[in-house]
Nanobody, 127 residues
Framework: QVQLVESGGGLVQAGGSLRLSCAASGRTVSNYGMGWFRQAPGKEREFVAAISWSGSHTTYADSVKGRCTISRDNAKNTMYLQMNSLKPEDTAVYYC????????????????????WGQGTQVTVSS
């Protein structure tokens, strides 16, 4: 089993930045694809960013492209999401997810493709 714990959320003004972390435990996730999703009140969970095993491949939702950077440090069993130029519409609970990799470069953007989830961290962006 893999346990995921997010941290780094909080309240920030529009235009500000936050860095989310996702710490994995239970087993190494170096061969797991990982991703970030978010869910705003009354809305479905939506894809934010995904990263491959080694971190060499990434993909982003159009809504965050150019403002967010996903990365991972397999030595620390941790994934990150650097978010810049935050907007009020970025307000949501942010979840990290992990999927035992089937191929080295795969990137998954559908929530049901992931095997493990964290509890989420709240990000609130004030206008």
């Amino acid at each position: 089993q893999v346990q995921l714990v997010e941290s780094g959320g909080g309240l920030v003004q529009a235009g500000g930045s936050l860095r989310l972390s996702c710490a994995a435990s239970g087993r190494t996730v170096s061969n797991y694809g990982m991703g970030w999703f978010r869910q705003a009140p009354g809305k479905e969970r939506e894809f934010v960013a995904a990263i491959s095993w080694s971190g060499s491949h990434t993909t982003y939702a159009d809504s965050v492209k150019g403002r967010c950077t996903i990365s991972r440090d397999n030595a620390k069993n941790t994934m990150y999401l650097q978010m810049n130029s935050l907007k009020p519409e970025d307000t949501a609970v942010y979840y990290c997810a992990a999927r035992l990799g089937r191929s080295l470069y795969e990137l998954k953007i559908v929530p049901t493709d992931y095997d493990y989830w964290g509890q989420g961290t709240q990000v609130t962006v004030s206008s």
